[in-house]
C-alpha cells in the first residue's frame, strides 16, 4: 500500500499543523489510531520541530519562511497488519497562490499529482467574508456622495492617486475570494498538463474548533460557506471521489487563553478533532486510510 499523497492548500490553511499534529499522534502512541508508525525518511528534526510547537501551543512555523519539505512516513494498517509508505510534501500556500496567478507551476508538482494515491486538500474555516455577494460587497463601498468634489489635485497621494478612500484598492488576483482560488487550484487538475483521471479528494476542513458550534456537518459547512467549491466537486463527481472532514488539528484558537488552558489539561492527542463522514474522535489518520482505500 505505498502511498502518495499531494497536499494542497492555500496560505494559512492549516497543512503543516495537521502534519505536526499527525506526527505526535502516531510517533506517541497516546491513542489508538487506524495507522501506526512504521519508520520514516527525510527531515525528522522538521518534524520534530513542528510537533513541539504544536504540543506546546505555539504557531507552526510558515512553511514560506522554513522552506518546503518532504517528508515520508511508513505506516502500519493496526487492522489489516498491510504496511506502506505515506509520502507527505509540505509545501508553502503561496506555491498555490502563484500557480493560480501566474498560470504555472513546479515539475515536481506535475510528477507528484500523476503519481498521487490521493489528495488532502486543506480549506481553513477561518474564513471572513469569502462568500459575501456582490450586492453585500457593493453596499460596503463608501458611499458615492460622499466624494469631496472639488478637491482637485490638492488630493492626490504621491503615487498620484486620491487620498480620499473612495478611491478604493485596485483588484489583483490575489483579492479572488478563497473558494474561488480552490475551485481554479482543482479544475486546473481535469485539464493538460495534469493527466485527466479519477482521483480520491480529502476535503480537510481545518481549524473546524472555530466550525463547531454551527451544528453543520463538514459537508454541510462546505455548501453553505463554499458553495461554488460544493457545486464544483458535486459536478464532477467522476474526476473526483470526494470525501469531507472537518479537522482541528491544533484544537483550539491559540488566542483564546482560556480554551488553551482547558486544553493544556488534557493529554496532547485528545486535543485533536476530527468529524468525518462516518464518526468523530482524535485519529487524524482516518482521511488517509479513506485515500488509501481506493478500489475497494
Ligand atoms: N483554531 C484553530 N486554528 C488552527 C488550527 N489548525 C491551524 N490553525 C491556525 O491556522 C493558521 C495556519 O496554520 P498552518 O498549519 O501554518 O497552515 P499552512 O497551510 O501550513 O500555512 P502555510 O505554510 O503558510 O501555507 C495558524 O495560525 C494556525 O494557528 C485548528 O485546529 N484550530
Ligand atoms: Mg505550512
Known sequence: MNASFVIMGLPASGKTTFLAALWHLIESEETDCRLTLDGYRGDLAYLNKISEAWRTFQKVPRTSHVGDMNVTINLRNRETGVRGMAYFPDLAGEVFDRQIVERRCRPEFLREVSEDDGILFFVSADVKEDNLSVVELNARLPDGDAIELGSGEADLGAEGNSSNPTHGREWEPKLLPAQVKIVQLLSDLLRPPFESRCRRLAVLISAWDLARDMELTPRQWLARH??????????????????????????????DTPAVDEAAKLMPSRRIQIAGPESDGNDLTVPLVWLMSAGQ
Open 226 to 255: 463554499m458553495p461554488l467549491v460544493d457545486q464544483f466537486l458535486r459536478a464532477n463527481e467522476t474526476s473526483f471521489r470526494h470525501e469531507v472532514y472537518g479537522v482541528s488539528a491544533q484544537g483550539v484558537d491559540l488566542e
